[in-house]
């Protein structure tokens, strides 16, 4: 790809996966995320492996001011970058009512407004470098299946991927002609630490049923993307891409009774 890719989220599951594609494309990478260590043991296995270099840069996305500093860091090390994934997010799980307020607030500071934020930031540089080497230039946003609908008891994590789609979709369509590839990256459930970190359990070593891979889902996501038309949404696997046709078509209600029944476990 011969361009600057960074990724929010390096540090495990997709993210680690599309770092991995990228660099095996030959893009050089900015990792973000906050755990250092596993973002500098990444850096230097993409070296090994792929020969290209890794700028680390470990910070808290979801604090104030963080975009403002990331992009200070990358303008101070003379970075532009041509290729953004924004993968760094959460999800909480439980009724509203009994959340905890302080953490549904970060979950909106990550999920929405960072991404938002870094996305504004980095967006001119992006065009620029899709003008001059359209193949080395795209903006991946990680949404979800959840996207689609709302989930009862994951409402703000819906209702934070629906925010990604549809933003997602809108500057697909504002940088039309410009060369740069937009898409929403919607997979369902993808066996990564996310259901952990969202306290959904699974026991021990065990693949949440029906998982998607990462690299089923970076392996779908890159053969969209090299086709000559990006589309503004991908949904990885033919389950959920069946799954969100039927909840596009159905009545909402209907997807709020199904969808609440099923998370009631
Ligand atoms: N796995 C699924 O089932 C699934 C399904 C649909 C969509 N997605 C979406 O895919 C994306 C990636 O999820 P995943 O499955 O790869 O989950 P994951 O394995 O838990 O990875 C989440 C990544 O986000 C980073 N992160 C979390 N909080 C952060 C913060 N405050 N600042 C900076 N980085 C932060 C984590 O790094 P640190 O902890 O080191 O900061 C980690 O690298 C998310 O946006 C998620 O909503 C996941």
Excluded: H
């Excluded at 997709?14 to 594609?21: N, Q």
């Excluded at 840069?57 to 990358?74: M, R, S, W, Y």
């Excluded at 290729?83 to 909106?108: H, K, P």
């Amino acid at each position: 790809m011969g361009t600057v890719a960074l990724v929010t989220g390096a540090s495990s599951g997709l993210g680690e996966g599309f770092a991995r594609e990228l660099a095996r494309r030959g893009a050089d990478l900015v990792l973000v995320a906050r755990r250092q260590a596993r973002l500098e043991a990444l850096a230097v296995d993409l070296a090994e492996k792929f020969g290209t270099v890794s700028t680390v840069i470990p910070l808290d996305l979801a604090a104030p001011g963080a975009v403002a500093e990331l992009v200070t860091d990358l303008t101070t090390r003379d970075i532009r970058v041509g290729t953004l994934v924004n993968s760094a997010g959460f999800a909480t799980v439980g009724n509203f009512v009994d959340s905890d307020a302080a953490r549904e607030a970060e979950q909106i500071a990550l999920n929405v407004q960072a991404l938002t934020l870094l996305t504004r930031e980095l967006l001119p540089d992006l065009v620029a470098t899709a003008r001059r080497a359209p193949t080395g230039a795209a903006l991946m946003n990680l949404a979800s299946t959840a996207a689609f609908q709302a989930v009862p008891r994951m409402s703000v994590y819906a209702a934070s991927k629906a925010y990604v789609l549809s933003f997602t979709e809108s500057l697909w369509y504002e940088t039309r002609g410009t060369g740069l590839k937009v898409t929403a990256v919607c997979p369902g459930l993808v066996a990564t630490e996310f259901a952990g970190v969202a306290q959904r359990t699974t026991p021990a070593g065990e693949r949440p049923r029906r998982s998607l891979s990462v690299d089923e889902v970076v392996g779908s996501t890159f053969a969209a993307l090299d086709r000559a038309a990006t589309p503004p949404l991908i949904v990885n696997g033919a389950r959920n891409r069946m799954l969100t046709r039927v909840s596009a078509f159905a009545p909402r209600r209907a997807v709020l009774a199904v969808l609440g029944r099923r998370r009631r476990s």
